[in-house]
């Protein structure tokens, strides 16, 4: 699971417990100016087809964890319950999207949302 908050102009994904050693990775920065959108989308993010797993921990149906590459970018992926994932896009970044499983998805994505559209 993933906590998610707005810090100095900066979206900042903490990676919580041991999906910390899952992902190889215990916090995601990305200037807000770099954040298209988020959404509530678990169809997105219950897919069975991650990409290519350069780094993390992947079990197809099962959970997903880690940096993944397909045709269409990298991707950061922290996602047991797709029930509760949201999907943040981005520009200008190394990574094309970050999907990952949060506690209240509609309350992170309207923060972010909110966050971006203040900034525009």
Known sequence: MVEIRIE?????????????????????RVPLSHVKSARHDPEHADRFWHGLKMIGTDIPGVFAAGTFWSTDGWRFWDVRHAENAI????????LAEIIVEVESPGLAVEMINEAVRHLR
């Open 8 to 28: 100095d102009g900066t979206l900042v994904a903490d990676v919580l417990g041991s999906h910390q050693i899952f992902a190889l990775k215990g916090e995601l």
């Open 87 to 94: 999907t943040i896009e981005l520009h200008d970044e190394r």
